[in-house]
Every structure is written in C-alpha cells, then in structure tokens.
C-alpha cells in the first residue's frame, strides 16, 4: 500500500491521495482471500491496473475505479455500497467496466470484431470505462503466463482483434504495442523467438550504428541552436511481424529496424530538423510522411522519413515536438493528463492542439462533453446485441426482440411470440440495450405478426416483413375493411367520399405509395400498413390539382378565343342585360352587325353567343330552348370597330361580274376579306363576299349599290346563294 502510494506521488498528478487510500483498503479487504493463477495475492492485479491508469495520468476517479474494478464483480461488496463511499461517477465507471467485462467472444469473423469493437465504444457511455478496461487487459496479458494454454490463445486472439484496435482507435500506442508484442509471441512462438533472436544477434552491431548516427546529428542540430532530445528507439515486433508477413519480405528487408527519435519544441524546428536529415543523408523516395500537416484520425502527429545510413543500410527518422509526442504516446489519456497534471506554461498550449486537432467545435472544459464528443457518433443509433450463441447483431437504436427476430429471419420475426433478454423473459416491445443477449421464442401455432408490430418495429427491414405478410394472408378482408376505413375516415375530416374518391385519383394514390394497384392500396389500409391520413391528403391534393387544372384550361380558352376571332366578335359591343363580365360571342351563322336586331343565346359553358333575331338557327329553335334566351343590345359608345359580315350577290353570268363588285366595295371604302365566286349551272352566277364594315346602315349602302348592277338577280345576307 505504501509502495502503491509513494509510486503515485512520484507522478506528479494532484490526486487525491486520502480517496485513493480508502479505495486501496476497501480493494485489499474485499480480495483478502483471494489469490491469481500465479498464486499471488488478488490485489496485486487491481494495483497494478490502477498503477497503469496513472501512469497514463487519468483522474482521481479513474485511479478509484481501476483500484475497485474487480470488487462488485468478484466480491460481496454492492454497488450501492460503491457508490456511497466513492461516489456515483466510480460506480459508474465500475459498472461500466463489469459490463464490458460480461461480454462473451466468439471472434471468428472480420465483420464480428468489427461490430465488437464498435459495441465496446458504445457500450463505453464514459471513454474512461474503455480506457479502465484497456488497463485491465494490459495487466492480464502481463500475467498470461499462467493461464491454461487454450485459454491464452483465446485472450491473445482477442486482445489483436478488439483490444489492441481500440488501443490504435484511442491513439494510446504504448498500450497497443505492448497488447501486440504479447499476444504475438503466444500465438506465434516459433516467430517470436526467431525475431528475438535475430534482433539480439545483432543489437550490438545496431546500437554501434545508432551510436554513431546520434552523434553525427547532434553536431549537425548543435549548429540549429534549437533545443532537441534525441532518442533511439526500438521496433515493436508485432508490426516487424506484420510487414513481414503481409509484403512476404525478410528481416534485413526492413527499412525501419533501425531508428531514431528527434524531440523538439516546436512545428518550424520540426521541420528544420528535417532539412538537416535531408543533408545528411539522402532520404529514400515515397518513404517521407508528413503527419503533422495531415494529421491520422488517432491524433497522431510527426515527421516520418527512412535515409541511407553511411553504409547503405537504411533507418528511419521521426521528428515531432514533445507535445506530439505525449499524445503519441498517451493518446486520448492525454486529456486527463493536461486536466489534472502539474500546471505548466505549456497546457493551454496542448489543450488547444488537441481541440483542434480532433476537430471539435465545442467547449471541452467539461470532460463528459469532451467524450460526447469522442463517442463516435455514428454508434448512438445503433445497438449492438448478441444472439445466444454470441454473434453481433446491430439493429437501430430503441429496436424489440421483434426487429431482432425479424433480423434473423423473416420465418422468426412471423412465429414470434417472445422474447428472453440476458435469460429473463421480457414483453415483445421491449427495448435493446448494448450487449443483451436476446433469444426468440417462436411457435408453430403463431398466428403471425398483428397490426400492432407495425408500431412496435423500429427497423425498416421488420417493418417491410410484417406488412408483406400481413398484405399475403388476409387480402380479400383488408380490402373491405381499408374501403370503409377510409370512407369513414374521409367524411370525419369533413369531405364528401363521393367527391374526393374517384377511381383515376386513387389509382394515382396507389402508385404515389408503390402499391402496385388500387386493391393493393386498400388491403395496405385495412391492415394498418398505409396511414389514412396520408391517402386522404394525396387525394385533397389531386382533387385540388384537378380543379385548378380545369380553371387554368377555361382561363385559356378564355383568353384564347376573343384573340383569335376578334373580327367576329364584340364583346366589348355587346351589352347583355342584367349580367356583366360575361363572355360574348357574336354568332358565325348569321354574324350580326350593329344595327341588327339580335338576341343572346345562353350557351353550355361557352358564354351568351349573339345571333340576328331573324336568323334561323334561332326561329327553328325547339320550345323548350327558348328559357335560354336573353336580351342583348349593342353597345357601340363602349367601342366602336369594324365587324366581319357575309354579303351575297346573284346575277346574271357576266363578264366583269366581279370587278364591278370590288369597284363598288372600293368606292365605298369596304375591306373585302374573302370572297367566294361561282358559275351556276343556269346561267346564272354568285359571288360571296366577306367584308368588313362597322354598322347596319353601312351594311344597307352596300347591298342598296350591288342591287343597282346589271344583271343582278338577287343580293342578301348570309353566304348561302
Ligand atoms: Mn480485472
């Protein structure tokens, strides 16, 4: 315990030592009778986990709960009784890391370790629980000696598969390393020893060169007039072990077991440093990264370069600040440590690289938001659960045992009748936690999925599957009931069904919801698969649309029409009684000028057309028409213009027939628009005219002038000889 507590105030941290004491006590008292594998007392495991944790400098909190890790788990001491003498964030943290803890691997597949290892982060509700876990893990792969040798390759596997990856995710590298290297030589022994060997034979030969390349570079740095520390430094033989396995390439292959570490204090020397290297030795082409420019998503920072020592053997140089280098080391420990470490000049400093580095926005004086922040965000709307024979499987976030079941298979998600969680039987719209272990109970007598699940599923995938079955099973009585639903449904909202459902408009609404067809649309109804209010408001929306497509095309015509046969119509010269803004029309079969006696006629949505009160269109008309008659007067103070009129003159075949006739018209200045001249077959000819004139006695004149010619027979109204 003293050894414990002297070797904490070594570390220059501001704990609080009185609560890290009792914290020692309770741990020692707790595991009294309780002894490793390797038979030493239990509480050396929980000290020396602690002793990691502040090694990596976290909090006081954190130094607690990796001292108490074990006991709620392994001993009679309770949470509540943790959470009364410490406190609830070291409960917390204690929990968390039990939770952690109770999760049972069965890592066989790349995907799994994946989705573990995104379950780990969030499951980790406080990042300290994982980094508490990675301490744990440390220790016991110090300690894995004494395992049982299937178990040891067991925890090895796992540790390279989730532990070490979260160690890399969490930029913590000495851990990772350490994690690597161990694992590395249980599982591959032959190897290990080999490497080890090699690396041995040639250390002396290697720290000679080492020697000589620090020396070499002091001198050179001498002249920079930086302050600098240079460190050699050894390659961990998980990645010498990895290169070598994955580019098949031998020991003396490797560019990098040779290799050497500049400190400095800020980015320019950084790169001062480098430009000395550079002119030192010559650098390797593609073999210089620049990750202080491009920082990885860990927060790692450096200067990497490999140069050709003088006797041609290559090494590498990493050159970054003593910032960098705590994070490199500590990763996001480091947070903790800038927290609660002795104050220096330099924190402020750190705090904001950091920040910045991670990218984050927000204000991290608060350590929870700080790992709010960290907690990756895709994760928080998942949830990761198991199946009981251990596979991952991630569902949505606030999923039931039904999206699981269906998740398995849509056979499962049919025959669901419930579910257990962790053992216990719960309801079916219970909601999933991170790591439940969840079993379906199915039965063959199921009578399959209600209309209910539909709003008990989460998941897309559960929900498509309970309304396809729903659709299949009970078609024929789903259409009946959705027809009536939704009729019911429409005159509650205050339409008229018989207005608002017309076949084309449904069908429109079906397509708008991919039902294949009508029938489709109201089976989706009836079983509760389509909501009522979304049909209705599809349907309102096309009635509109219908409507005011119908008003725009009357519009058009509207505007439309006067334009285009302006010649044979006054609208403007027409007044009708009793009705204003009416649209007029002056009659193509008899075409009226003013002066003449006319009459409206009420039309079937076109308007009142005009017509001569002796026209015969009118006089023939049937009794029970005459109601739509109207009364209509010329207007002609409103506007004066020149009508179109048909004149038609008969007369003897004769040459110059026609030219007298125009000679007429151009006398008395009338505009001949059309005219139509024939030869009949008794001798006798006719010439129709179109002319423009702008009243009835103008009209007269004319017909007066054309009855003088010679030869005339007949002349009158109309285009009929
Ligand atoms: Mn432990």
Redesign the pocket.
Known sequence: MNNFLEYLKTLNQNYDFEAISKAYEVADKMHKNQFRKSGEPYII??VE?AKILAELGMDTQTVIAGLL??VVEDTDYTEEQLEENFGKEVALLVDGVTKLGSLVFETKEEAQAENLRKMFLAMSKDIRVLIIKLA?RLH?MRTIDFMPPNKIKEKCKETLEIYAPLANRLGMFNIKFELEDIALKHLEPEFYADLSMQINQRKEQREENINVIIKELSEALDKLNIKYEIKGRSKHFYSIYKKMRDKNKQLDEIFDLLAIRVLVETVRDCYAVLGTVHTMWRPIPGRFKDYIAMPKSNMYQSLHTTVFGKDGSPFEIQIRTYQMHEIAEFGIAAHWKYKEGVKSDREEGKLAWLRQTLEWNKDMDDSSEFMEALKVDLFSNQVFVFTPAGKVIELPSSSTPIDFAYKIHSAVGNKCIGAKINGKMVPIDHRLENGNIVEIITSANSKGPSVDWLKIAKSSNARNKIRQWLKKENKSENVEKGKSMLDRYIRRKGYDPQQIIKLQRINRVAKELNCSNTEDLYSSLGYGGTMLSKVLDFLVKFYDEEKKNEQKKQKEIKNFEPKQKAKHEATGGIRVKGIDNILVRLSKCCNPVPGDNIIGFITKGRGVSVHRSDCTNITSLPEEEKGRFIEVEWDLEKEFRSFETDVTVLSEDRKGLFSDVSKICEDMDVHITGVMAKSNSDNTASVALTVQISNVNQIAQLMKRFKSMRGVIDVHRGNNS
Do not use: V
Request: charged share 30%.
């Open positions: 495991h929980p986990t890790h074990d744990d016991n």
